[in-house]
C-alpha cells in the first residue's frame, strides 16, 4: 500500500519538474488526456495553451478536469488533482517561467522567441486549475532498501554499465 504525501510533500513534489496529464472534458462527455507543462503557484496549477485549443474549448463548456502528476522514476509517485480550471487573462511573464522552468533560461528565451510568432497569430490563454481534491501516492517505503541504493547508484553510474 503506498504512503500518503502530506501537503507539504505533495507541494514540494509539484514544485518540481514534471510533465502533467491533463483530462478535460470532451463534447459527448468522454476524458481528454492532454500532456502539458505547468506551474505550481499559491496553491494553483498555472497551464498555457492555445485560445482555441481542445483543451481550452472543453474548459470553457465544462470547468470539471482532472490532473496526474507522477515521477517516472522508481520509486514511484504521483498526485492526482481533481478540480475545476478556469480561463485567465495572461499573468505578466507566466510563459516565460513556464518555458524557464522545464527549458532552463537559454532553452526557455530560445523557445519562447520561436513560439512568439505562433501565439501572436492564434492567441494564447491561461488554464488556471484550483484543486478540490487531491489523492497522493507514494511507494518509496514499499521498495527496499537494496532497491532504492541500486536506483541511486543507477542515476549515478554511466549508462552504458
Same mark, same amino acid.
Given at each position: 500500500?503506498?504512503?500518503?504525501?502530506?501537503?507539504?510533500?505533495?507541494?514540494? /513534489?509539484?514544485?518540481?519538474?514534471?510533465?502533467?496529464?491533463?483530462?478535460?472534458?470532451?463534447?459527448?462527455?468522454?476524458?481528454?488526456?492532454?500532456? %502539458?507543462?505547468?506551474?505550481?503557484?499559491?496553491?494553483? +496549477?498555472?497551464?498555457?495553451?492555445?485560445? *482555441?485549443?481542445?483543451?481550452?474549448?472543453?474548459?470553457?463548456?465544462?470547468?470539471?478536469?482532472?490532473?496526474?502528476?507522477?515521477?517516472?522514476?522508481?520509486?514511484?509517485?504521483?498526485?492526482?488533482?481533481?478540480?475545476?480550471?478556469?480561463?485567465?487573462? *495572461?499573468?505578466?511573464?507566466?510563459?516565460?517561467? %513556464?518555458?524557464?522552468?522545464?527549458?532552463?533560461?537559454?532553452?526557455?528565451? /530560445?523557445?519562447?522567441?520561436?513560439?512568439?510568432?505562433?501565439?501572436?497569430?492564434?492567441?494564447?490563454?491561461?488554464?488556471?486549475?484550483?484543486?478540490?481534491?487531491?489523492?497522493?501516492?507514494?511507494?518509496?517505503? *514499499?521498495?527496499?532498501?537494496?532497491?532504492?541504493?541500486?536506483?541511486?547508484?543507477?542515476? +549515478?553510474?554511466?549508462?552504458?554499465?
Amino acid at each position: 500500500m503506498p504512503k500518503r504525501m502530506s501537503r507539504a510533500e505533495w507541494e514540494r /513534489f509539484l514544485a518540481g519538474r514534471h510533465v502533467a496529464v491533463l483530462a478535460t472534458l470532451g463534447p459527448d462527455g468522454q476524458p481528454v488526456l492532454t500532456p %502539458i507543462w505547468y506551474l505550481y503557484r499559491d496553491g494553483l +496549477l498555472h497551464m498555457r495553451t492555445g485560445v *482555441e485549443s481542445i483543451k481550452a474549448r472543453n474548459v470553457r463548456r465544462d470547468q470539471r478536469v482532472t490532473m496526474c502528476i507522477q515521477d517516472e522514476r522508481p520509486p514511484y509517485k504521483s498526485v492526482t488533482i481533481h478540480g475545476h480550471a478556469s480561463i485567465a487573462p *495572461e499573468k505578466g511573464g507566466l510563459d516565460a517561467a %513556464i518555458a524557464r522552468r522545464y527549458l532552463g533560461a537559454v532553452g526557455g528565451a /530560445f523557445y519562447l522567441r520561436t513560439a512568439r510568432e505562433a501565439v501572436e497569430q492564434s492567441g494564447e490563454v491561461t488554464l488556471v486549475v484550483r484543486p478540490d481534491r487531491v489523492v497522493t501516492q507514494d511507494f518509496s517505503q *514499499e521498495t527496499p532498501l537494496v532497491g532504492r541504493l541500486w536506483l541511486l547508484a543507477k542515476r +549515478l553510474l554511466p549508462p552504458w554499465l
